[in-house]
């Protein structure tokens, strides 16, 4: 059964700080992995989404990279503003195509 | 406008009342999801279809039931047999089963039993 961690739970930077956020999972028979944002009690955002035979993506001050072979993921955040305080959460999609998540990241960015 | 549409915002239900909560898109997007976020996790799927009239079960699927009747809508009604429905239910669309693109997400509804 796929299992997704996300380490750390929450990260507090100051602004202007970079953001690394780490993604793990057990099975690399993945079709995509996918970053996505939430907001407190709203829906969710995507953000990035890596196919398989991909190794990174980039949007703007976003990158994320994969590794398939190890099971991991990054997702970096360049130069932070207090508008990217969220929660992060990272999901692959395998056979079946359902989404499986992580836990999630709240990352606070202090002015 | 597009997108996808959630509600309620928020619902409260007594103990013993089924409630159904509804997910509308007009996307014109193949397969729809539901699933269920409790506080500080991430999400867990409930059910998932992929095209009109057929859904699966996802990984807790006890004490839910859904239908796709039209490409537009699916609704989940959480019953009685639910033991403790309290969370935040969000609904997705994707435009195909393809496995290529991503997920888009509704708003989401907060279930509070009393």
């Known amino acids: 059964k796929q299992e997704v961690t996300q380490i750390p739970a929450a990260l507090s930077v100051p602004e202007g700080e970079n953001l690394v956020l780490n993604c793990s999972f057990t099975d690399s028979a993945i079709y995509n992995l996918q970053w996505f944002r939430q907001d407190p009690g709203k829906g969710l955002t995507s953000l990035l989404l890596i196919q398989s035979s991909q190794r990174e993506q980039t949007s703007g001050r976003l990158n994320a990279s994969l590794d398939k072979s190890s099971g991991r993921s990054t997702l970096y955040i360049a130069a932070s503003q207090p508008g990217d305080s969220a929660t992060y959460l990272c999901?692959?999609?395998?056979?079946?195509?359902?989404?499986?998540f992580g836990g999630g990241t709240r990352v606070l960015v202090k002015p | 406008d597009g997108g996808i549409t959630q509600s309620p915002k928020y619902l409260f239900r007594k103990e013993g009342q089924n409630v159904t909560l509804s997910c509308e898109q007009n996307?014109?997007?193949?397969?729809m999801y539901w699933y269920r976020q409790d506080p500080g996790q991430g999400l867990r799927l409930i059910y998932y279809?992929?095209?009109?009239?057929?859904?699966q079960k996802g990984d807790i699927a006890e004490g839910y039931s859904v239908s796709r009747e039209k490409k537009e809508s699916f609704p989940l009604t959480v019953t009685s047999a639910q033991k403790n429905p309290t969370a935040f239910y969000l609904c997705?669309?994707?435009?195909?089963?393809?496995?290529?693109?991503?997920?888009?997400f509704g708003p989401g509804t907060r279930l509070t039993v009393l």
């Open positions: 999901a692959v999609q395998a056979a079946g195509n359902k989404l499986t």
């Open positions: 997705a669309s994707q435009p195909t089963s393809a496995g290529t693109d991503t997920q888009y």
């Open positions: 996307l014109n997007h193949d397969a």
């Open positions: 279809s992929q095209i009109v009239n057929d859904f």
